[in-house]
Structure formats: C-alpha cells, structure tokens
C-alpha cells in the first residue's frame, strides 16, 4: 500500500509559514513542505528527498535548498510563470508559492495566451499529449483553468514528473492538496477530518467527510501542542504541510473545486 512506502514526517513550527512577512526565505521553506511528499516517493524533483527533509527539519535558510526545488520540472516552471506574470522577480516570492500550492489574487492576472505557450513551451505537454487531449486541455484555459497545483492534478491527468502515466482515482485524491480539521492528536497520530476524493455517476466529487489518519514524527523538541484540535492543516501525499486558516481553506476548495468541474467535462 502506499502509505507503507511513506516515512513519517516532521511539522516544522507553524509560525515559519504562517508569518506575515512575505519573503523568499519562508516561501522556499514553505515550498519544500508542500514538495517533499510525492519527492519521497520518488514521483517528483531530485532524488534528495533525505536533504530536503533536513533542511526542512532545521529550518535551514541555505541556498542549496533552493537549488533542490528548482530541479522540480512540474513545480519550478510553474513558479517562474505565476511570478511572471505578476512581476514578481523570486518565483520563491510565499505569494507565489501560496498561488501554486493553494490559491489566491495571483492566479486571477494570469493572460490565457501566455498560459498557453507556457503550458507548450515549458512543460511540453503539445508533444507528451495527443493531439485531442491536448485540444480538449487548452479549451479549458477559456472557461477559467489557472496555472495552480490542481489544475495540473485534475487536468493534465498525465503524471509529468518522473513517472508517466495516468492518474488512478487513489493517486489523483493522494496528489491533490487536500485540506481538513484536526480532530485528535494521539503523539505522532493525527486524525484529520477531509473529503475524501470518489466516483459518483461517472464524476469526480468531493465525498462526505471523513476521518483520516496521518502521522508526523517530532525529534526536535517542538512541542505537540503547537497543533491542536480545530486547527485546518493542508495535506498533500499523506504528509501534513501546514496549518492553514478558514480563508486559505475555502481559496483552495475553490480552486480544487473548479478543476474537478473543468476535468469532469473530459472524463
């Protein structure tokens, strides 16, 4: 199963990505959470999950972690078009990363035209896809698709990182950024309460929430109780990445919710 495969992970103190100061620090740390799920599973990145992972765990504000995460040839594209766009010169900027991995104003500036030759041009995705499913792809940049992690998840479908193939339902719900309350905390156990991602009538829906348990692993010292009950973390391959607020959650369901509706139309 896949969740035998996936080592335990850290959650790094919550203030480092919840801080108001937008700088390229945080957002390099904050990135790596988000990235280091399907890099240890050896689906995206560099195989250097294990530096990564150190890193994160110290916190560490070293370029070489920047280094890593360029190396992701999904992700790091992205990045560099979402900053484009919005003249922002560090595609490590937290507001761009905050628009890839869950959504916000920055992803509305984006020009359909040059999301197109992005899509083309830096991820090649004329030539991985046929004719037809590229076609039916780029339609959907004229009825709102945006250039953010579940608009590649839900409708590219074709895994571009490492391993090139198809999504199954199970890896679609896994990759996705999924979004959900804490309800308990039982040391390194977490059960968090989510939507869980099903087939209904022939379409991807968002089913009725459910409890799912995660697991983290502290060896700093960081004390538990810096999570707590109530509190909405974002999920992304089993790995818990960040407490996020009832705003952030309802951007993201937004986003997640718009890119399940544009792949249902090609399913």
């Not at 309460?193 to 009538?201: A, C, G, V």
């Amino acid at each position: 199963m896949l969740n035998d495969r996936l080592e335990v992970w850290q959650i790094m103190p919550y203030s480092t990505v919840l801080s108001s100061n937008i700088n390229t620090t945080d957002g390099i740390l904050r990135c790596s959470r988000y990235a280091f799920g399907p890099n240890r599973l050896h689906y995206c990145g560099p195989d250097a999950n294990r530096e990564i992972f150190s890193y994160i765990e110290a916190g560490a504000q070293n370029p070489g972690l920047e280094v890593l995460l360029k190396a992701f040839r999904t992700m790091f594209p992205y990045l560099k078009f979402i900053a484009q766009a919005n003249r922002i010169k560090e595609p490590f900027d937290n507001r761009v990363v905050e628009a890839y991995w869950i959504g916000n104003e920055l992803l509305e500036n984006i020009d359909m035209n040059k999301f197109y030759r992005h899509l083309v041009e830096e991820h090649g995705l004329k030539k991985k896809l046929d004719g037809k499913s590229f076609e039916r792809l780029t339609a959907k940049l004229r009825q709102g698709a945006v250039p953010t992690h579940s608009f590649h998840v839900f409708d590219v479908w074709r895994r571009t990182g490492h391993i090139e193939r198809e999504h199954t339902l199970e890896s679609l719900d896994s990759c996705r950024i999924s979004w959900g309350m804490v309800k308990k905390l039982d040391g390194p156990f977490i059960a968090v309460e989510t939507e869980p991602l099903i087939y209904k009538n022939g379409k991807l829906v968002l089913g009725e929430p459910a409890l799912k348990k995660i697991t983290r692993y502290f060896n700093t010292g960081i004390d538990i109780d810096e999570l707590k009950a109530g509190d909405t973390v974002s999920v992304h391959w089993d790995v818990p990445c960040e407490v996020i607020t009832q705003k952030q959650a309802q951007i993201l369901r937004k986003y997640t919710l718009r890119h399940i509706q544009l792949a249902n139309q090609t399913l």
